[in-house]
């Protein structure tokens, strides 16, 4: 009898342990939807926001640009005018068209355009977007490769995507000092496609990585923040996710985790 108890609570144990596992995988599935939820209800947030100050912007922003436009046209355009004022003219021209370039990405962040999707075979169109990212790597060096031995078909819009893709890359580039390597991958699987993009550069701090996905948050110096916020937009808008593994001083690997199109 003893020796059945002994294997009833050996058993036991086991399942303990088996439905303690569970738990934690299941715990962790729902941080990560969780997480997910909360940045997109950020992103819509921050989209309504950026359509209402595009348009109180633009109005005053043309109205500038246009007395500038004009004092350029008729009052300094005569050769005897002040180069410097000129010039300070010219300056709130370039400004204005600054500014307008800014408000038209945050526009078309805030109503991004529909997806054109159609079948494209992955390995092709990746070599296409990293043969074109090639010269930038080759000037820091940089070692780009390319992994596209199981890449399959997929349906997406692929300039939408090559957008997302580019990003990543020039992200890698940016944070990989010389000598570094840069791997691009995409992986085609009974559940999907995963494209990933890694880097043997700086990595992510911790205090940093849950902002990196938010619009204008950026840690460069010439940097713009949109790059990442743009780059989950579209791949949500394929019904996928946009993930991040980071090892602060080893690297970075984002991954575009996308599902069959239905
Ligand atoms: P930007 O490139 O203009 O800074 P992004 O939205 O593309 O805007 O990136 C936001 C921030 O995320 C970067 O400033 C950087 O701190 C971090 N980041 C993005 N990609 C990487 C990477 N591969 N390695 C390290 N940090 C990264």
Redesign the pocket.
Known sequence: ASLLAAVLLGVLGLGLVWLNTRYGTLAEAHRKAREALERRDRLAAMGELASTVAHEIRNPLNAIAMSAQRLQREAFAAAEADEEHRALVGVIRQEADRINARVQQFVTFARPPALQPSVVSLGPWLEGIVAALAPSAALKPVALSLDVARAGQAGIDAEQLRQAVE??V???I???PAGGRIEVAALSSRDGHRIS?G?T????APD?LP?????Y????R??????????QQIVAAHHGRLE?E?EPGA????TIVLPHMP
Do not use: Y
Request: aromatic share 8%; glycine share 16%; proline share 0%.
């Open positions: 990003n990543l020039r992200n890698a940016d944070a990989t993009v880097d550069g700086a990595g992510i940093v902002r990196i996905f938010d619009l948050f950026t840690t460069k010439e940097g713009t923040g949109v790059g990442l916020a743009v780059s991040v980071s690297g970075a690997t984002f």
